[in-house]
């Protein structure tokens, strides 16, 4: 396997050596290179994603990405010019982000009895992220700003196809679409009716619609409910972040970027931000970042050693204090020890 | 004071009850005249709003509406012909919605020490909710959906400038931005420039920005750190639920529907919806209804009686069987007798 590495800006080369430190135990014979991307890059050469680095990161089998971010780069540049651009490049059309309320973590929600484990599939390379838009009469009294959400029935098909094979995969076997259609009518109507076809194909998954206003509202008092969601970039992006939030934080949360094709490598990331604040104290927790590695695994077709980081994680979070977890070095060393003894175990 | 009173669907007459009886202890000469508008209307002669009756409306100092909505009515057809119809017709650009954890409520939050009491200042007449957008190649696998969303300065100023207005009256004098900057670059940059402009005529407030998917987050993590949050029509739409259900659920959340112009009538409802699988049975709370009275008061400039309907609220709240706060009846009984008694005491 030849594996891309972005460890990127504040904590996020510091989650990647640990996430790097068990793909090892489970993978000794990867092969990693390392691209140096993100605010340090941008300040000292200008650089966002130059051509010939995007063309390197092609060769690869998969790209696993810390975090990109610094408060000391204007808003947008890293999001829009390498984030997002990596994103679009590389047609990550399904961006994976499940959602597991582990035994043992708390999170905010005082029923501690829900079973929360959800699977967002999030379309990722469309919708209001489209960068389509534009301002006018800027600096006048009359400027607009117009952002333009483009939706095309290609697709939004291939991520609702993408969930309801996942759904099949499911015990519960239940898909919910997320839109706003009785607002957005255009881009509600195709996917509406998206749905509707593809689920002609899948007559076991039973479906379900919600708006993303009322998604939100169940993702509180009644997460259990949700199995697999479909749902465009935007809704996708902050029903996540409700998600990762209720199933114990986006320290724990981890993405894939799929371009389930697989002409181009897919992208695994922790869904945290480069939390300045934190870096370089040894304070941030690896496990999302391991998790991302364990989504990488499952993609590329090596479920064994997949469910192995997996079983290790669930495990490590039902025995750790939570309150104090240890340091981000600590974690990852234990994270290892346990994959390794799971994998001597197993193998 | 002539008020237009739309009961609507489902358990929008049941509430608009008890809202009006509220209402008459402290106003008892209000006039009301009630139109009958939604999904039964539209059923039995297509109509949504007919011109002659919006021309009725305009007449009045204000609106109270239940709630329209109907399964047996396509999704979009009463949203945008009737609901948001109003609110663009009547140019009602903040929309209000307060969220606060009245004590005795319990949240689905497990940490009840919080005290949040927040203010989401919505914007109402522009963005993804312009209407703006279209479908091409209907029915062909090239189909394309856009949705545009549509930011003037002079849409956003008014309501930012509005929002400042409110924090600096408030003891935190805090004023949160939420949007997706980030990614939604001309969007995001007209709104940032906009707040930073108004911010400069309110230098007593301090303000603090949040993407939207960060700001969901914080919803259930840490509500108390949100005071006044303004924030356009779509994000607006979708963190106004989630406040709602961290206080205790759309049955307590009112909003107002406002032209701070006063050139048209503005309109107070309930967060909630029609709830048809509860309609008719006297379950509905009408507890978001009658704060709604309370919002529509305050408008009005009748500050005292807006006060007293919420301190009877807030007592009725606090000494109510929660699991079984009583029938629509009994509930809107209960804070009459509060208002009334309230109102003898004060007056
Ligand atoms: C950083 C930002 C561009 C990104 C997004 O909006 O997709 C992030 O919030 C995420 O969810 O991965
Ligand atoms: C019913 C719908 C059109 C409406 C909205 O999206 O504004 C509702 O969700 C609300 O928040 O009042």
Redesign the interface.
């Given at each position: 396997m030849r594996l891309a590495v972005i460890p990127g800006d504040g904590i996020g080369p510091e989650v990647i050596t640990e996430a790097l430190k068990v793909l090892g135990e489970v993978a000794p014979s990867v092969e990693t290179s390392t691209y140096d991307l993100g605010a340090a890059r941008w300040h000292s050469t200008g650089e966002l994603l130059p051509e010939s680095v995007l063309g390197e990161l092609r060769q690869h089998d998969a790209i696993l990405l810390g975090a990109v971010g610094d408060p000391t780069v204007p808003?947008?540049i890293l999001?829009?010019g390498l984030l997002?651009r990596l994103r679009f490049e590389l047609d990550h059309h399904v961006n994976l982000r499940p959602a597991r309320l582990y035994p043992g973590v708390?999170?905010?929600?005082?029923?501690?009895s829900a079973e929360i484990d959800m699977v967002v599939v999030r379309e990722g390379t469309e919708g209001?992220?489209a960068?389509n838009?534009?301002?006018l009469r800027k600096d006048?009294?009359?400027?607009?700003?117009?952002?333009?959400?483009?939706?095309?029935?290609?697709g939004i098909?291939r991520v609702v196809a993408d969930a309801f094979n996942r759904a099949e995969e499911r015990p519960r076997k239940h898909l919910t679409l997320v839109h706003?259609?009785?607002?957005?009518?255009?881009?509600?109507?195709?996917w509406s009716r998206i749905v509707e076809e593809v689920s002609l194909e899948h007559p076991d998954v039973t479906v379900a619609y919600s708006h993303?206003?009322?998604a939100?509202?169940h993702?509180?008092?009644d997460p259990s409910r949700f199995d697999v969601i479909v749902t465009d970039n935007?809704f996708g992006?902050?029903?996540?972040?409700?998600a990762?939030?209720?199933t114990g934080?986006?320290g724990l949360a981890a993405s894939g970027n799929l371009d389930i094709t697989r002409r181009n490598p897919s992208m695994f990331e922790p869904v945290h931000g480069s939390a300045p604040d934190i870096a370089g104290q040894s304070m941030a927790d690896p496990t999302a970042a391991v998790l991302s590695v364990a989504l990488l695994l499952d993609h590329l077709g090596q479920r064994e050693s997949a469910r192995r980081i997996e079983a290790s994680v669930a495990f490590d979070l039902a025995t750790r204090d939570q309150a104090s977890p240890g340091s981000t070095h600590a974690i990852g060393d234990r994270l290892a020890a346990l994959v390794s003894s799971n994998t001597r175990a197993v193998g």
């Open positions: 808003s947008g999001e829009r997002l708390r999170g905010p929600l005082a029923d501690t209001p992220y960068g838009g534009g301002l006048t009294e009359h400027e607009i700003a117009t952002e333009v959400s483009v939706n095309t029935a290609f098909r706003k259609t009785n607002v957005l009518l255009h881009a509600g109507s195709l993303v206003d009322a939100t509202i993702m509180v008092t935007l992006d902050i029903i996540t972040d409700l990762a939030a209720v934080g986006i």
